[in-house]
């Protein structure tokens, strides 16, 4: 069983930043792929970002490319997504996920979210 925290959101204007975290349970962390998903009001669940279980490969979602950044520290067990330049399109509840087979395909675990809100 893999159990996500998240942490970080807020409310910032547009143009500023916020970093999210999220902490996950288990002794095999690092082979797992992780993502992070974002869900707006009266809307689906869209992915974001994704970086394997090393780091050395990530995949962002046309949208936030560019201004967004995944990256995870496996001795901490925590990856984390580093959001510029926020549009108030970007308002979301954001969730972190963890696919445990490391192949980045198939997301099983899901923290509770957290919001981002911004600001126009």
């Known amino acids: 069983q893999v159990q996500l925290v998240e942490s970080g959101g807020g409310l910032v204007q547009a143009g500023g930043s916020l970093r999210l975290s999220c902490a996950a349970s288990?002794?095999?962390?690092?082979?797992?792929?992780m993502g992070w998903f974002r869900q707006a009001p009266g809307k689906e669940r869209e992915f974001v970002a994704t970086i394997s279980w090393s780091g050395g490969s990530t995949y962002y979602a046309d949208s936030v490319k560019g201004r967004f950044t995944i990256s995870r520290d496996n001795a901490k067990n925590t990856v984390y997504l580093q959001m510029n330049s926020l549009k108030p399109e970007d308002t979301a509840v954001y969730y972190c996920?963890?696919?445990?087979?490391?192949?980045?395909?198939?997301?099983?675990?899901w923290g509770q979210g957290t919001q981002v809100t911004v600001s126009s």
């Open positions: 288990g002794r095999t962390f690092s082979s797992y792929a």
């Open positions: 996920a963890a696919d445990v087979t490391g192949l980045g395909t198939t997301f099983d675990y």
